[in-house]
């Protein structure tokens, strides 16, 4: 598909793609978020299923709007960010796989594989829901195991598969390399027993098996491992540098023959009814294994195919994941607790009698809006039925009318914030309801978290805990007196310590050198996440030349739509009554409410220069972008820059930066450890250019060692 030009498509903007427009930055944002919650901090808030329904939709949006697309794209990136221990590249990328959510989807897959490639067998196996991993046996020893991270890399594990896998395996003495895929899953029976001691002893719970995998392969304590029970089920040896093993059938019967299968499940299809009945298979097994699986994976089996179809760069051509109907389950409501988020939109959200579904123990279920409540006509001691796969906060679907007795209360929708007890407003074209109370303790406290979180200042220490406890002790309430907290004040709290307390002082002095486009995520504006603050950050020479835009300016920037547009000046508008160039005055700010007063506080601490924003390196004005146009692809490891700094350079000189080698790909750079990708952009004939060349193409010097 031929991509529009970006002005011009964003100038033509209905009101209806104004819309849509909004809704596609709303899902990258939440995107983002759910990225992060499941794999840095292993504790998703939804399920597989909801966070599947929102990928799908951005990639619907997408397809019909392809020139909004940007390298930050989540459709773009691939799994975790590594963690902060020894990381390794791997051999071979680990790349998602693409996902369909019915059979007439799936049978459009592989039957298009069937078609295309005549004589094809196609591989079915379990869709675990596990933590995925490689490991790596050179010449029969275990040297190398690494999580997924972010498919490029990942974090070094190999002494805790040391204590799963056998570390010499004699058949393999001869093989320079044989690289294992596999899944590491906590079995639901230890699973139930891990969580019941840790509830015995006053500890947060895991909402399933597979955040309690993920948070054990975090833990340095070897013993402390061995105690959580996990297991691992290897599914493919990916690489065998003997040549022996050439496709997924031979790779199950070698497993086999070593004993290094736990489930030994997995059908050969030939043709589109074994599709169907691997699918049934699969479901029936369900219930009875003692590990969860959402789905069924099917590969073609044969490598060298997999090779020829090659990969889109986010997904394989040649497999897919077909995922099963999220579960259901039937519990009492126990309770509705109105909460207050940072922008005063009051969410509901169900308490319900713990029921556990697909091995994880739900208790709670946002019910989004007052109009929710009324839709599914809840009514005090209800039994209600809720979706689930596998994750922490299903939805709830309906009411058990009949088990519901006759004399049965409605819920009472407040009238009043209950957190500050002011009356909450409606607006006339919104369901939400919403406190105006610029002072409310929760609004505060929730945009205090907001700022301190990792998507803005990233202030270690200062989580929402302690944040709330600094902020019921009157020391901080308020940005700038964050900025003002000394170590003295919070050493002999509870919770702290001298050595803690001097660790978040640290922290905030240093976060205090932000750089742009956290400082403008850092200040919760309407419609702006992560990617459009970096937009912003490149497209203004400050937060000030930032904050005088007109609205028809603020348009021409890409990725910007009305609809945020005339919010943000809406938003700008509030602060100029208090500034006077670029001072701001102590005039009375008691009337605005609390992200205009932060905003305000944010621009005071910038004027005494105790906030220093660091804003990204620009081209003189009036110098032409020399790489406008282009396509480039970075890969490999370089000994001068980091591929952060080479990706933001490219960037800066007008190059679009892609994760992917194709026809359309206008020069590689490459490092050391290049790998497939300068295979195939030599194959394709695309220029590519060593660490010297890439230096002198993008205008940087040798950094001196």
């Given amino acids: 598909m031929e991509h529009p030009k970006h002005r011009e498509d964003l100038f033509q903007l209905s ?54 697309i940007s390298p930050d794209s989540p459709s773009q990136r691939v799994g975790e960010k590594a963690l902060q221990t020894q990381t390794d590249r791997h051999i071979r990328p680990m790349i998602s796989l693409d996902k369909v959510f019915d059979i007439e989807n799936l049978e459009k897959f592989t039957n298009k594989i069937f078609i295309d490639h005549p004589g094809s067998t196609i591989h079915a196996e379990l869709k675990m829901d596990g933590c995925a991993v490689a490991v790596h046996y050179r010449y029969g020893k275990l040297v190398c195991a690494l999580t997924r991270g972010n498919g490029e890399q990942g974090d070094r594990i190999t002494d805790k598969l040391a204590l799963m896998l056998p570390q010499e395996i004699n058949q393999w003495k001869t093989a320079e390399l044989i690289e294992l895929r596999g899944e590491i899953y906590l079995p639901f029976s230890r699973f139930e027993h891990f969580n019941n001691e840790r509830a015995k002893n006053g500890e947060k719970v895991f909402a399933n098996p597979r955040n309690a995998a993920a948070g054990a392969l975090k833990l340095l304590d070897l013993e402390k491992f061995k105690e959580r029970g996990l297991e691992i089920a290897l599914y493919q040896i990916a690489h065998d540098s003997r040549g022996q093993i050439d496709s997924l059938t031979k790779s199950w019967q070698a497993l086999r023959t070593l004993n290094l299968v736990k489930n030994s499940w997995h059908m050969e299809c030939r043709e589109g009814s074994h599709i169907l009945e691997a699918v049934a298979q699969a479901e029936s097994q369900r219930p009875s294994l003692p590990f969860g699986i959402d789905g069924v994976v099917f590969k073609v089996d044969s490598y060298h195919a997999q090779e020829e179809m090659g990969s889109t760069g986010q997904y394989y051509r040649w497999a897919v994941a077909y995922k099963f109907t999220p579960q259901k389950a039937i ?91 002011k009356p909450l407003f409606q607006d006339s074209d919104a369901v939400a309801l919403r406190c105006i109370n610029s002072y409310c303790d929760e609004q505060v406290q929730r945009a205090l978290i907001y700022f301190c979180g990792k998507e803005a200042l990233d202030i270690e220490g200062l989580g929402e805990k302690s944040l709330r406890l600094l902020y019921r002790l009157n020391l901080v309430r308020s940005v700038k007196e964050l900025f003002c907290i000394t170590a003295e004040q919070i050493e002999n709290l509870e919770g702290f310590g001298s050595l803690s307390a001097k660790q978040i002082t640290t922290q905030v002095m240093e976060k205090s050198a932000v750089p742009y486009a956290r400082l403008i995520l850092s200040l919760g504006l309407p419609g ?140 590689l750079l490459f490092g050391d450890k290049a790998g497939s990708k300068l295979e195939k952009a030599k194959k394709l004939g695309v220029q590519v250019f060593d660490e010297g060349e890439t230096l002198q193409f993008l205008g940087l010097v040798e950094k001196p060692q």
């Fill in 331 to 421: 519990t009492k409501l126990l309770g509705i607790e109105f909460q207050v988020g940072r922008t005063g939109v009051i969410t509901p959200v169900a308490q319900l009698a713990p029921v556990l579904v697909d091995g994880s123990s739900v208790q709670r279920a946002s019910l989004y809006n007052a109009d929710e409540i009324k839709r599914l006509d809840l009514r005090v001691g209800d039994w209600v039925e809720l979706h689930k796969s596998g994750d922490i906060i299903p939805k709830l679907i309906r009411v058990l009318a009949h088990k519901r007795q006759q004399d049965a209360l409605m819920w009472e929708i407040p009238t009043c914030c209950p957190s500050c007890n």
């Fill in 528 to 667: 702006i996440g992560a990617g459009l603050a970096k937009i912003l950050a490149k497209e203004t020479e400050s937060i000030w030349h930032l904050i005088s835009m007109t609205q028809e300016q603020l348009l021409q920037i890409d990725g910007m739509g009305p609809v945020t547009g005339q919010e943000l000046v809406r938003q700008f508008a509030q602060l100029k009554p208090f500034l006077v160039g670029r001072t701001v005055t102590q005039g009375p700010w008691q009337d605005v409410d609390f992200s205009t007063r932060s905003f305000l506080e944010i621009l005071e601490l910038i004027e005494q220069q105790v906030l220093k924003p660091i804003y990204p390196e620009r081209l003189p004005v009036g110098e032409k972008r020399p790489l406008e146009g282009m396509s480039i692809v970075i890969t490999g490891q370089f000994r001068a820059y980091s591929r952060k700094d080479l990706t933001e350079r490219s960037e800066l000189l007008g190059a679009r930066v892609s994760s992917s080698v194709s026809a359309k790909t206008s020069v």
């Fill in 15 to 68: 009101e209806s793609d104004a819309l849509i427009q909004q809704r596609y930055n709303e899902l990258r944002q939440e995107i983002r978020k759910h990225n992060r919650l499941y794999f840095d901090q292993a504790d998703p808030e939804i399920s597989d299923h909801a966070f599947d329904m929102l990928m799908r939709e951005l990639l619907e949006i997408e397809a019909k709007f392809p020139a909004w």
